[in-house]
């Protein structure tokens, strides 16, 4: 599925990118708490960033490609609820934000779940 090929890739420089600017630019403007915050935002961007480049080579290889599809929409789905609420708590300080980071986290291990479905099943 070049779809999750091309999401993925995206996803994995955006990560590169937001870890850059934490690590450069936010490191004097936010307390040290929040700025673990983001470096965790970031890394669970870049895993997922693979994973969704994995689901997209694992496609070409299993038959179950409905299962396939849904892990990598539930994958992308957990980059922006998880990492995304992370980012944003981080720089607003709007702490309501920590209440979506757990569904991005559910988004997770949904989408990876339904790879372990689909290898059994391809």
Do not use: C
């Amino acid at each position: 599925m070049k779809l999750f090929l091309i999401i993925g890739a995206i996803n994995a420089a955006l990560a590169v990118g937001l870890g850059a600017f934490g690590a450069h630019g936010l490191e004097s403007r936010l307390s040290e708490r929040m700025l673990e915050t983001f470096k965790t935002g970031v890394q669970y961007h870049m895993y997922h960033a693979l994973g969704l480049i994995g689901i997209s080579l694992a496609a070409d290889k299993l038959q179950a490609t409905g299962l396939i599809q849904w892990a990598g929409w539930f994958m992308f789905a957990g980059i922006v609820l998880f990492s995304g609420s992370l980012y944003v708590l981080s720089l607003s300080g709007i702490k309501i934000l920590g209440a979506i980071t757990p569904l991005g986290g559910v988004a997770f291990i949904t989408a990876w779940i339904l790879l372990i479905v689909a290898a059994f099943r391809g």
